[in-house]
């Protein structure tokens, strides 16, 4: 039982370069969400998905794109990185509704840095 | 704008003794307030949650307080134990529309128990 699955851990990229963050879970999960978590800052929701073909923007959406073409998976694309999106980036999923009373499950992170 | 703070960014704390950590929020509009763990290098870990229509929920050796009226929360851990140094973010969720949900984060607070 793999719960969320983050890949790459790590990352570098060049200001410009486009790649895509893979979120993968394995609990049947129909919310998932992107979080970006920066010193001083806490965890910011970027974008989020309610099930399978609806996403919607979060708190800080800008640079970043999002889709759900499967119940499973919910990939974050960076289509220019930039300098201001070197963070630390959580993806995590719940069971529909039921995030207040058990909370969401968090991947492990990728560490990004864009140069 | 900062709908949730930690305004203690560290706490150090005696083995065995109580650790106490503190939330404020601004948003009337939370129903569900939850507690989350974090270990350098990993994801947060859900650690309890409260409804707003309480005031308190206990769970072993982890306690949260809600006063509605203050918009304050917090976290009591007796008796605090090493492997409970980590950082502990406070968060709220907001609900609306039919399936919409946002999880709002503190900034964090890093608690060190002292041996």
């Known amino acids: 039982n793999a719960g969320v699955t983050q890949t790459p851990k790590f990352q570098v990229l060049k200001t410009g370069q486009s790649m895509t963050l893979q979120c993968a879970q394995d609990?049947?999960?129909?919310?998932m969400s992107w979080y970006r978590q920066d010193p001083g800052m806490g965890l910011r929701l970027i974008h989020y998905?309610?099930?399978?073909?609806?996403?919607d923007q979060g708190e800080v959406p800008n640079g970043y794109n999002v889709s759900r073409s499967t119940t499973e998976d919910f990939p974050l694309r960076l289509l220019s990185a930039a300098p201001s999106q070197t963070s630390v980036y959580f993806c995590?999923?719940?069971?529909?509704?039921?995030?207040?009373?058990?909370?969401?499950?968090f991947g492990s992170g990728t560490r990004l840095t864009v140069v | 704008d900062q709908q949730v703070k930690q305004n203690s960014p560290s706490l150090s704390v005696q083995e065995g003794r109580i650790s106490i950590l503190n939330c404020d929020y601004t948003?009337?509009?939370?129903?569900?307030f939850l507690w989350y763990k974090k270990y350098p290098a990993e994801g947060p870990t859900f650690l309890i949650s409260?409804?707003?229509?309480?005031d308190k929920n206990e769970d072993g050796r982890f306690t949260v307080f809600l006063n509605k009226s203050a918009k304050h929360l917090s976290l009591h851990i007796v008796p605090s134990q090493p492997g409970d140094s980590a950082v502990y973010f406070c968060?709220?969720?907001?609900?609306?529309?039919?399936?919409?949900?946002?999880?709002?984060f503190g900034t964090g607070t890093r608690l060190t128990i002292i041996p």
């Open positions: 609990m049947n999960h129909e919310y």
């Open positions: 995590a999923s719940s069971y529909y509704g039921t995030g207040g009373n058990y909370g969401y499950t």
């Open positions: 948003n009337s509009m939370f129903d569900y």
């Open positions: 409260i409804s707003s229509i309480k």
């Open positions: 968060a709220a969720m907001e609900r609306w529309n039919f399936g919409n949900e946002k999880l709002t």
């Open positions: 998905s309610v099930g399978a073909g609806i996403t």
